[in-house]
């Protein structure tokens, strides 16, 4: 699991944030909030322009690091506008079982490395400064990878004439993991198996009309009519009272509607939450899959509240052991029966991320009134 996260010089992150997963408070209500001693349910309240969105991008940028593929679309500045710092710093804490590994890594732009370092149980198995052609790899018999072709890799990474137009430098993981024949139980399988089932979701999703092949995809999905109706049993869940209904239309296109006595095209009509369900759905539970960590971005900015904590509650069932972090401008999810004051945060104008259980001299207990206390101003100072 991700035991911690630190970023620094990220867009409007100047100085250093970090989210502390293991850092609880011992508390014996929702407890489903947390497992394996770890938060594994968050939510974080922030003014808007705080940089919710922005936190979520820098989490899931380890995915792209270590497995390229397309980066995030992001027109916007990367680093701090206001540092003189050349580099966003980004760093990834792990427990595995009983090993603990670190990676670390700065980025000139979106796209170039200027150093990467891996560390476990404390111990450096390599380190990568691209800006200075320096490489260290004394210790990859550590992780038994000392066969590595390590010549190769620096052929790949080669500097070569400065003024020659140069492609962006491969990160030695993502190079490693490829390349080299690791056994099922080696951390970096481990480490490799998390990173690929890291997902972020934002609101900006579910406003998008969807491709054509995307909704094909899922209409062959739903063909299957258990499928069909799981999607309309969730939706139904979530206080959607529908019925579902899926035809192949003359041409051999696939069409979704709600069953009425007239039928109802479903994507024409639907509202802008009922929408949002069914992005989420599209996205997470046909997969059938087990996925690690979740950032979801204003998730219920289409919910009516009653909605949102069943999507809360609906998370926590379905994936108890999955690290979620949700966003929110809620207050009525600020509540001990929902969550609990190690796994709320404020993250203020300024870039800091504090729980409500450190942001008050009170000892917070079960029977506090948590939206109150931050309605009437207990928490002001850290916004």
């Known amino acids: 699991m991700l035991k911690k996260f630190t970023l620094k010089n990220f867009k409007n992150f100047k100085n250093e944030i970090a989210i502390d997963f293991a850092n609880t408070a011992g508390y014996q209500f929702s407890t489903d909030c947390i497992t394996d ?3 594994s349910k968050m939510l974080i309240y922030g003014r808007n322009a705080t940089g919710k969105t922005n936190l979520g991008k820098a989490l899931i940028d380890i995915c792209t690091t270590m497995f390229g593929g397309r980066r995030y679309i992001d027109t916007g500045v990367f680093l701090n506008a206001d540092s003189i710092d050349e580099t966003a710093v980004f760093s990834y804490e792990f427990r595995f079982e009983n090993s603990e590994l670190i990676y670390r890594y700065a980025r000139f732009s979106n796209q170039e490395l200027r150093n990467e370092e891996l560390h476990i149980d404390k111990k450096t198995i390599f380190s990568c400064d691209f800006e200075n052609n320096k490489f260290n790899f004394e210790n990859l018999n550590y992780i038994n990878a000392e ?28 190079w490693l993991i490829s390349n080299v024949a690791l056994s099922n139980d080696s951390i970096l399988i481990k480490l490799a198996n998390y990173v690929r089932r890291m997902l972020i979701i934002t609101s ?10 995307i909704n094909d995809i899922f209409y062959e999905l739903l063909e299957d009519s258990n499928r069909l109706k799981d999607l309309e049993d969730f939706l139904n869940e979530m206080g959607i009272e529908c019925k579902l209904i899926l035809q192949r239309l003359p041409d051999g296109q696939r069409e979704l509607y709600f069953g009425h006595e007239k039928l109802v095209p479903f994507y024409e009509t639907a509202s802008s939450g009922t929408l949002a369900l069914v992005d989420l759905y599209r996205r997470l539970i046909p997969k059938n899959w087990d996925p690690s960590f979740i950032y979801l971005d204003e998730f219920d900015a289409f919910y009516h509240y009653e909605m949102s904590e069943k999507v809360i509650n609906f998370f926590k069932r379905r994936y108890p052991k999955c690290q979620i972090v949700m966003t929110s401008h809620n207050t009525n999810l600020m509540t001990n029966r929902l969550m609990r004051p190690d796994c709320l945060f404020i993250l203020s104008r300024v870039g800091t991320l504090t729980a409500l259980c450190n942001a008050t001299e009170r000892e917070l207990r079960e029977g506090h009134n948590l939206e109150k206390m931050y309605i009437s101003g207990e928490f002001d100072r850290y916004e």
């Open 204 to 213: 900006e999703d579910a406003r998008l009309s969807l491709p054509r092949r």
């Open 37 to 39: 001693g770890m938060i």
């Open 147 to 174: 066969t590595a072709s390590k010549d190769r890799y620096l052929q790949s990474v080669d500097i070569g004439d400065e003024e020659e137009l140069q492609e962006p430098k491969l990160p030695f993981l993502r």
